[in-house]
T-cell receptor, first 116, second 109 residues
Framework: GAGVSQSPRYKVTKRGQDVALRCDPI?????LYWYRQALGQGPEFLTY????????KSGLPNDRFSAERPEGSISTLTIQRTEQRDSAMYRC??????????????FGEGSWLTVV | GQSLEQPSEVTAVEGAIVQINCTYQ??????LSWYQQHDGGAPTFLSY????GLEETGRFSSFLSRSDSYGYLLLQELQMKDSASYFC??????????FGTGTKLQVIP
């Protein structure tokens, strides 16, 4: 697609429910990133993929968070047994992954998650 | 771990010049990027420094000194629309991109 597309844009869920956030990166982009951003803060790294391989998941807060990108394109971030502290903007980004381009990453509009 | 530190807030007058600093401690450093984020929007790419020195893109310039683990973003002829948050990020290659703490720039008349 023309840009990084995320869905849903807004999600309200009850504490304890599972949520799945979807990201469709820019076509042909090798690298896909998930970030979490609280109000007034910078994007906090969660995990990233090159193709279908999850290269680094060190930013995932705990084992309730997981991500996959099975075919190297669309990715899903899943949060199980949500808690109120999970409420945040979840941003997906993608890039060509090429060093000579500075690895410019392109962000989606984000999924705003509210856990009540 | 990776850390990139920035001043939290900067205020400057319309038409002036402002410099936003970034000091970093990272492993596997490739280069330094800068992103702009308006309230309610997504971060968007501004510039990238792979090598030491100054890169100029219109009113915006970015500088990197690897030996000092330091970089800055220079904004000239400030406009009201430049009011936004600015983030430095270490980036390059097939690896994770870590963002700085962010600087909220307020441009006043």
């Amino acid at each position: 697609g023309a840009g990084v597309s995320q869905s849903p844009r807004y999600k309200v869920t009850k504490r304890g429910q599972d949520v799945a956030l979807r990201c469709d990166p820019i076509s042909g982009h090798v690298s896909l990133y998930w970030y979490r951003q609280a109000l007034g803060q910078g994007p906090e790294f969660l995990t990233y993929f090159n193709y279908e391989a999850q290269q680094d998941k060190s930013g995932l807060p705990n084992d309730r968070f997981s991500a996959e990108r099975p075919e190297g394109s669309i990715s899903t971030l899943t949060i199980q047994r949500t808690e109120q502290r999970d409420s945040a903007m979840y941003r997906c980004a993608s890039s060509t992954g090429q060093a000579n381009s500075g690895n410019t990453i392109y962000f989606g509009e984000g999924s705003w998650l509210t856990v009540v | 771990g990776q850390s990139l530190e920035q001043p939290s807030e900067v205020t400057a007058v319309e038409g002036a010049i402002v410099q936003i600093n970034c000091t970093y401690q990272t492993s596997g450093f490739y280069g330094l990027s800068w992103y702009q984020q308006h309230d309610g929007g997504a971060p968007t790419f501004l510039s990238y420094n792979a090598l030491d020195g100054l890169e100029e893109t219109g009113r915006f310039s970015s500088f990197l000194s690897r030996s000092d683990s330091y970089g800055y973003l220079l904004l000239q002829e400030l406009q009201m629309k430049d009011s936004a948050s600015y983030f430095c990020a270490d980036s390059g290659g097939y690896q994770k991109v870590t963002f700085g703490t962010g600087t909220k720039l307020q441009v006043i008349p």
